[in-house]
Structure formats: structure tokens, C-alpha cells
């Protein structure tokens, strides 16, 4: 019943949403109750199994952020997935009704909070002098112009990945967020991770000129007749995996922490935050769903800016 569930589930959603439901399937619904008939399947089977995996989800180990494989904290989406496919089976006739509706998922306990990843100004300033002193190989060169495209506009890197020339407006220097890269599976979505990901992004003109001069040597100095992707080499893309490990390498050799991709998103915020810009058009150029999202991730962010912010009240007391 769960497998073909979850097959009428993938003609419905992203393909990002199918891994994640693939993910919980096999590794957390089918293992315990995946071999019990319908008829089976009791509220009170369901409340020990969400408890259980509420327990291991409140007790586990984090570590950089992340609780042990095999005991995440998403308990009530689980259980959300088993009531999705219980309905299911309710609309074949299966069973007569949703035994998963009478399960209350205990409530997850605060843990210590996820400290995110980025680089001070210190930091910043080493990783970008490191990059200037690269050779100019074609492979450094792309390098380059994605590191410094992410810290510019604050771009997921599966964003940046799924860009195409034609989705940079040079003219009126912005780009166009359309479409992201499928870390798992390496294939660009022909859409945003969601709706508010959709949007434009302004670019500086170091930016724009960084790119133009990668345009350059994308193709050995042939002008393409063909749309491509901004991040190919001869039409060819590599995997977000050796990506990724190429970058943990540069960031070795320069000698500054390992804050991942994502890190240059939080760098992005970070300056645009204690520079005093509105966090609403901070949330704009994210592409974040939620107003709040923006604020909780990064606010702490201006701790540096609360002496000031003392001084300046004190000082309009002054002028009263």
C-alpha cells in the first residue's frame, strides 16, 4: 500500500520532495510496519513507533548541527506520511478508517541551537586575497566566479549551479532565480525550491565583469551559438559532489574554516545585516518564504551594532 502510495505521491511534487519521502519510506516507516496488514496497524502500534522515534530524536547526539543518521527530528512529518498513506488505502476500500488520527506525537525538546557557518571580515578577506593568487586555469577561473557570484548575491549554490547565460540580464545587471540543481541526483529542477525563490537579483558591476570574463574562457574564446549552462565547461557540468570537495580543498589551502556552500549565503546576510540594509529587502534577495525566517536565522547576527544602537538613543535623549 505505502509503495503505491508513493507512487501516485511522485506525480504530484518535486523531485526534491520524492527524495525526501523516498528517504523516509526506506529508512523510517517500511523497516518497522512495513510487513503489517492493513488491518493491523492499531493507534496504539502507531503511538509507540512515533514515540520511540520521538525519544531517539530527543535523545540523540548532534554533532555540527545534526543528530545521528537514523534519528531525525522530523517525527511528525513521519507520521504525517503514514496518515497520507492510511487515507490512501481508505479511498481503495482497504480499510474503513485512519488509525494514524488518533496519534498525538510527543513535542520535541529544545537543543542546543545550530550556530550557522560563515566568514567574519577577517576570514572574508583572507579566502578572497587566496583567491586572486590562484593560477588562471580554466577549472580555478570557474571557481572563482561561482565563489565570488555566491557571496555577492547570497544565491543557494543550486541556484548558481542551474543558472544559464540567458538568465543574466548584463544590460540591466540582475539575474533571474528560475530553476535549482538536485544536490542527490545531479539534474536541474525547472523550477525554484519554492515559490518565493523565484525572483530577480541585482548584481554589482565587479560581479558582472567577473562573469563576463569567465564567459570568455568558458568555451576557449568560441562564442557559443547555444544557450548554456553558467557553470559548464565545454557543455559539460560537473556534480555538486566534487563541488563540494573541491571547495573544502581551497578553503584548506587558504586557510580559513570549512563553512560549506551554504556558508557564502550566511556570509552575504551577515554584511548586508550588520550594514544596517532593510532585512525585508534581505528577505527579497534570499528568497525567503517567510519574513520571519530571515529574522530569526540572521538577527543575531548584529550583536556588534547593540553598543552603537545604545550610543544613538543615548544621544537623541541629548538632543531632546
Not at 474503513?96 to 557557518?117: G, Q, S, W, Y
Not at 547570497?154 to 539575474?175: K, P, T
Not at 556558508?263 to 546576510?269: K, L, Q, V
Amino acid at each position: 500500500m505505502a509503495l503505491s502510495w508513493f507512487e501516485s505521491y511522485k506525480l504530484t511534487v518535486k523531485e526534491n520532495s520524492i527524495s525526501v519521502a523516498d528517504n523516509y519510506l526506506r529508512n523510517y516507516i517500511l523497516p518497522p510496519i512495513g510487513s503489517y496488514k492493513l488491518s493491523k496497524i492499531t493507534p496504539m502500534l502507531l503511538q509507540e513507533l512515533v514515540n520511540k522515534w520521538a525519544n531517539n530524536a530527543n535523545t540523540a547526539e548532534i554533532i555540527n548541527g545534526k543528530r545521528e543518521k537514523g534519528k531525525c527530528k522530523d517525527y511528525k512529518l513521519l507520521l504525517n506520511f503514514i496518515k497520507r498513506i492510511l487515507d490512501y488505502g481508505m479511498q481503495l476500500g482497504a480499510i474503513e478508517d485512519n488509525p494514524a488520527i488518533k496519534v498525538f506525537p510527543p513535542k520535541l525538546k529544545t537543543r542546543t541551537v545550530k550556530k550557522i557557518k560563515y566568514f567574519d571580515n577577517e576570514e572574508l578577506k583572507q579566502f578572497l586575497s587566496y583567491l586572486d593568487t590562484l593560477e588562471p586555469t580554466t577549472d580555478n577561473r570557474k571557481s572563482k566566479t561561482l565563489y565570488k557570484l555566491l557571496l555577492a548575491t547570497g544565491l543557494r549554490v543550486g541556484e548558481a549551479m542551474a543558472l544559464s547565460w540567458s538568465d543574466i540580464d548584463f544590460n540591466n545587471h540582475y539575474l533571474n532565480v528560475s530553476k535549482t540543481l538536485i544536490q542527490q541526483s545531479n539534474v536541474i529542477q525547472d523550477s525554484a525550491k519554492t515559490k518565493e525563490s523565484n525572483r530577480s537579483v541585482f548584481l554589482d558591476n565587479n560581479t558582472l565583469e567577473s562573469l563576463k570574463e569567465w564567459r570568455k574562457y568558458q568555451n576557449d574564446g568560441a562564442i557559443s551559438l547555444h544557450d548554456s549552462l553558467v557553470f559548464s565547461y565545454h557543455q559539460k557540468m560537473r556534480s555538486y559532489e566534487i563541488e563540494r570537495q573541491k571547495l573544502v580543498r581551497h578553503f584548506k589551502n587558504a586557510g580559513v574554516p570549512n563553512i560549506g556552500f551554504h556558508g557564502f549565503r550566511h556570509t552575504h546576510a551577515s554584511l548586508l545585516m550588520n550594514n544596517d540594509v532593510n532585512p525585508k529587502e534581505i528577505q527579497r534577495r534570499l528568497g525567503h518564504a517567510d519574513y520571519a525566517i530571515t529574522m530569526n536565522t540572521y538577527s543575531h547576527l548584529a550583536k556588534s551594532k547593540e553598543k552603537e544602537t545604545a550610543e544613538k538613543f543615548s544621544d537623541i535623549l541629548k538632543a531632546l
